[in-house]
């Protein structure tokens, strides 16, 4: 399977991606933990049906020392007792926050709160953008037709 459209291959992509790298970068170095970074990520991508970036982030997250017990079950968080109520929080939020069009009532009071609970304010900011960042990182890799299954860990630096 090839790319539908390989937006690397464009000077316009690239001064984008740049930008949005340094945006990523801005997370990958706050308080809010590693582990639940690539929890948000995976979780934002399976729901999206973001093949490249499932595969990128579960293998990233593998790479960093996340088990692959807990990497099965992110699908499944909600029955699964290996995530703290910390990392469930953010998996609600995420979850809320990437389904935007499904509820006119946009995050649920119960989402916000139990994330404003277990998460301060840098965290919490981080947590937001990140969830942003992750849900267009999807669209692109969507839209653009990006193939799964051949990312290396580290691949983009």
């Keep these: ?20 790298a340094a945006a990523g970068q801005t997370i990958a170095e706050s308080t809010l933990p590693r582990a639940v ?8 991508s399976q729901i999206n049906g973001c ?14 020392g996340e088990t692959q017990q807990r990497l099965n079950l992110v699908a499944a968080w909600r029955d699964a007792t290996v995530f703290d109520e910390a990392e469930r929080a953010a998996l609600a939020l995420t979850e809320e926050g990437t389904r935007l069009a499904d509820a006119s009532t946009g995050i649920a009071a119960e989402a916000w709160d139990a994330a404003r ?17 992750i849900n267009a990182y999807n669209r692109l890799a969507v839209i653009s037709g990006t193939p799964a299954g051949h990312y290396r860990v580290g691949q983009f630096g």
Excluded: N, P
């Design 117 to 133: 609970e277990h998460y301060d304010d840098d965290q919490l900011s981080a947590l937001i953008t990140l969830i942003a960042l």
């Design 1 to 20: 399977m090839e790319a539908r459209f390989d937006l690397r291959s464009t000077e316009q992509a690239q001064r984008f991606y740049k930008k949005f």
């Design 37 to 44: 970074q690539e929890l948000v990520k995976i979780r934002a």
């Design 51 to 64: 093949g490249f970036c499932t595969d990128m982030h579960t293998k990233e997250a593998a790479a960093a």
